[in-house]
């Protein structure tokens, strides 16, 4: 093969197609817009329950962490989330699973009312890899079923908890792989 200077280089970004980049198949490094602020996806992590799988992506933005979380069930299904502490809910959590195996069917976190929606037991795959960690969680909903509450119990003392949102996937834009964050 003879040289030829005008010959473009492959590149390894050049196998991404840039229009058939969606929420859904997001990866480590991407960047994407949501409510006002440029996220970065840092992780990849997947729930599986009884067979149906729940992709997470975590994203940072400055000195916020923050997660958006996919079902895939009739269509897609996207929560924007939090960690919060337990301790910030109205509850004491821990003490009353204890006592009646389930937390309270309403718990109140800054002066918004979460009904109890469902629950599940379910393995966690950090980055998607191992043989995941089994945990419990409850999901809430508020009187709009938009806002979210999750409790998850890992172990019979360890317990962690979420508040978010359902959002919908035109709110995300600028969604570029890594490495290309350029504005030209």
């Not at 198949?25 to 599986?48: C, F, I, M, R």
């Not at 191992?130 to 079923?145: A, K, N, Q, R």
Request: aromatic share 14%; hydrophobic share 30%; proline share 4%.
């Amino acid at each position: 093969m003879n040289w030829n200077p005008f010959r473009k280089k492959e590149d390894e970004s050049e196998s991404i197609d840039p229009l058939d980049i969606t929420l859904s198949n997001l990866e480590p490094g991407y960047v994407l817009d949501y409510d006002l602020k440029t996220w970065q996806v840092s992780a990849h992590h997947y729930y599986e329950y009884d067979g149906d799988r729940v992709d997470e992506w975590e994203l940072s933005s400055a000195d916020e962490v923050a997660y958006l979380e996919c079902a895939k069930d009739d269509g897609f299904t996207y929560t924007f989330t939090r960690k919060i502490r337990v301790s910030e809910l109205d509850a004491d959590i821990p003490a009353h699973v204890n006592e009646n195996e389930d937390p309270p069917d309403e718990i109140i976190h800054n002066h918004i009312t979460y009904e109890a929606d469902s629950s599940s037991i379910g393995r966690y795959f950090k980055n998607g890899q191992g043989t995941g960690d089994e945990f419990i969680v409850w999901d809430y909903l508020d009187e709009s079923e938009k806002r979210t509450l999750s409790i998850e119990q890992w172990t019979d003392d360890q317990f962690e908890a979420s508040v978010g949102e359902i959002v919908e996937d035109y709110q995300f834009t600028n969604i570029l792989p890594g490495g290309i964050t350029e504005k030209y």
